[in-house]
């Protein structure tokens, strides 16, 4: 079971340093395959923070969608396209499998052989009954099946499988000639008894093989005739019926394939195959590369078989935040600050919502509570989880509990936190670093309110001006990113990391919604709050308030979002 501990889409400093830091407490604790993960890239600022620290980036996972590859069994048993039909058998009850992809040179899959087509084959119905005599095989494989003593002549081990006919002498000479003369001699392999005559017969024919069963003999006069004839003879120690059975086994598992199959890859969502594999008769599904190479199989036990992979959320409880996919996945524990957002477990679980400046203090608190020590690099990574969060305990989201945390993680990182601050936020402004519509989304949240979608993202700048010289570029960006995502309103809080002031920046929305925006306004689609740079704890229970009153709800249903699984 793998475990990835990851924060929301979109992630801010808090959401990677909660992440990477939980992790390494989990891992600290015995927790086993455990990583942290990250919904999203990374910016600037973060970059530095991991790079000062020396901590690599946690990987990305766009999806975690469950994949055929989750479920699939990759340890394959398959057979080669080469191989016999007795060889095929043991493979299917050696190991109780109901079929088995074959392949050929390269692992690639060419099709199936599944124990109905094998019984088809050896047992063909009345009509077809002619095909029983008929093996595609070489000559050495047939002799093999019934671990034939060869008398005289050899089997070349590079020869290539040929149709032979199988042929029983029950009959006086004279029949038999005719009936042997019926066929080209070099495909027919004549299984005889101990009588002169008809082993005569078969020799001068120029049969390909005689076959002598029941463990009987030839004179050495005839064994002569047949080298000089260039006919290969062996020796069976089972009776007729017994060896024409077995020697059919011979037959080359290519020659009775289901070409025609359902294959997956092994990237294909789960629910996909399983919506294939429902309609499809198939027992077994191989799971297949791009260049047909094959990886694994999926049965159909294997769609109900729970997937190896679950999640750990920090800083965020809402799954419109959450990596695509998550919704699909067991969450196992969620550590967060924000609002409950309508987050619903099947079982209990650990969850950990605690109102304080950063998710970052939250994992603190839980090493201090195990009694884990801090690493030195994970405690700078908290550090500038909480500066970044709380602008350096200045947002009015900020707790006691973050000033002491803050206080005992400088001590261990042995940075000061102020210093740290400076250094980050001088950082490049994701105004100067990013595009405008890299910018609107870097930290952008959507919520999913009494019907209504929105969103609300949120940059931090050393001072305003950067953002008024480029107002006009960045509404575009905003109102392109809200109608792309077909958003009731798309919100972006521009912070002055210097003065805590802030601009409201709106994209969308009604008139009644912005007639009831009581900040003063600062141009078109633009409002000064001052004093607000919490996105969670100022801007947004204001936000869903206004939201309320304007009946946005009711007034808009053509943006409402349709239920689940709708
Ligand atoms: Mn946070």
């Given at each position: 079971m793998e475990t990835i501990v990851i924060g929301h889409r979109n992630p801010d400093q808090d959401a990677i340093s909660a992440a990477v830091a939980y992790a390494h407490l989990k891992q600290a604790q015995g927790m086993e395959n455990v990583t942290a993960g990250r919904a999203g890239n990374l910016t600037a600022r973060i970059e530095f923070v991991l790079g000062k620290f020396g901590v690599p980036a946690p990987p990305l996972f766009a999806d975690v969608t469950p994949l055929v590859r989750d479920v699939m069994e990759a340890d394959v048993i398959t057979v080669r396209a080469d191989a016999t039909v007795t060889q095929a058998i043991g493979s299917i009850d050696e190991h109780q499998l109901r079929g088995l992809p074959v392949v050929g040179e390269d692992q690639r899959c060419l099709g199936l052989l599944s124990a109905h087509k094998i019984t088809h084959q050896l047992f063909p119905s009345r009509g077809e009954?002619?095909?029983?005599?008929?093996v595609t095989a070489t000559l050495g494989d047939i002799l093999r099946t019934f671990d034939g003593e060869l008398l005289v002549g050899a089997c070349d081990p590079a020869e290539r499988a040929e149709e032979f006919w199988l042929t029983v002498a029950v009959t006086r000479v004279e029949t038999f000639r005719g009936r042997i003369a019926e066929r080209d001699p070099r495909r027919l392999v004549a299984f005889v008894g101990d009588r002169d005559d008809i082993q005569r017969a078969a020799i001068e024919a120029g049969t390909r093989a005689v076959v002598v069963v029941g463990g009987l003999t030839m004179t050495a006069e005839l064994r002569a005739l047949a080298s000089r004839a260039g006919v290969v003879v062996a020796r069976s120690r089972f009776d007729a019926a017994t060896t024409v059975l077995l020697s059919r086994?011979?037959?080359?598992v290519d020659t009775m394939l289901e070409r025609d199959f359902v294959a997956f890859h092994p990237d294909t969502p789960l629910d996909a195959a399983r919506a294939r594999a429902a309609t499809h008769p198939a027992a077994i599904f191989p799971v297949v590369e791009e260049?047909?190479?094959?990886v694994g199989v999926l049965t159909k036990g294997d769609f109900i078989r729970p997937i190896p992979r679950q999640l750990i959320l920090v800083d965020h409880n809402e799954l419109a935040q959450?990596?695509?996919?998550?919704?699909r996945l067991r969450v196992i524990e969620v550590l967060d600050h924000h609002r409950l957002g309508g987050f619903a477990s099947t079982e209990p679980i650990l969850y950990w919502n605690n109102p304080v400046g950063s998710t970052s203090t939250i994992v603190t608190m839980c090493y201090e509570q195990a009694g884990v020590p801090v690493p030195a690099p994970i405690a700078g990574l908290l550090m500038a989880g909480i500066i970044t969060d709380t602008l350096h305990l200045t947002?009015?989201?900020?707790?006691d509990v973050d000033r002491a945390i803050l206080g005992r993680l400088e001590g261990i990182a042995q940075v000061p936190a102020a210093q740290l601050a400076r250094e980050i936020f001088a950082v490049g402004s994701p105004l100067l670093t990013l595009s405008p519509a890299e910018a609107v989304t870097a930290d952008c949240k959507t919520f999913q309110e009494g019907g209504v979608r929105f969103s609300v993202a949120q940059i931090e700048e050393p001072g305003l001006d950067l953002f008024q010289s480029k107002r006009a570029e960045v509404a575009a960006a905003l109102e392109q990113w809200r109608a792309a995502n077909n958003l009731f309103l798309a919100a972006l809080l521009v912070t002055d990391i210097h003065t805590h002031n802030s601009l409201l920046l709106v994209a969308g929305g009604t008139e009644e919604f912005r007639r009831r925006i009581t900040y003063p306004t600062a141009g078109p689609g633009l409002w000064e709050l001052a004093?607000?740079?919490?996105?969670?704890?100022?801007l947004l229970p204001w936000l869903l308030r206004t939201l309320a009153e304007a009946g946005a709800d009711a007034e808009d249903r053509a943006l409402r979002v349709p239920p689940r699984g709708g």
């Open positions: 009954a002619e095909r029983a005599r008929q086994g011979a037959s080359r260049d047909g190479r094959l959450a990596v695509p996919g998550a919704d947002s009015p989201t900020t707790t004093g607000v740079v919490s996105r969670k704890k100022q």
